[in-house]
């Protein structure tokens, strides 16, 4: 597998450090101090907050839009809203991971077909 060194960033942990620079393929490597890797936000520290504030704020945007666009308030209908939302959004997720395995011929069947 080849990697894009445009694309390869570097997260110096911790504060002893000596920030080391990288190369590859003749290419200096981006140093960053926080990255989203699968939906995960690495920071230098290994801190969680900008995790839970990212995980704060989706909820309030998702909060937001039921109360701008939906009448009907109540718990009920805000819970069922909120878990089709989530369950949407895990189904998108699910298929992605679906079609990978299938691409990748790990589906199971036989020549690498996917079944159920």
Request: charged content about 30%.
């Amino acid at each position: 597998m080849l990697f894009n060194a445009d694309k390869c960033k570097v997260v110096h942990m911790r504060f002893n450090n000596k920030q080391a620079k990288y190369d590859m393929n003749d290419v200096q490597l981006e140093c960053v101090s926080e990255e989203k890797d699968l939906g995960v936000i690495i920071t230098g520290d290994l801190k969680w907050e900008k995790q839970c504030s990212e995980a704060v704020n989706k909820a309030n945007r998702m909060l937001g839009m039921i109360k701008r666009n939906f009448v009907d308030r109540s718990k009920e209908t805000i819970i069922s809203l909120l878990v089709l939302l989530r369950w949407q959004e895990f189904a998108t997720r699910s298929v992605a991971v679906f079609l990978l395995t299938c691409h990748r011929g790990a589906g199971g069947g036989a020549g690498g077909r996917c079944q159920r």
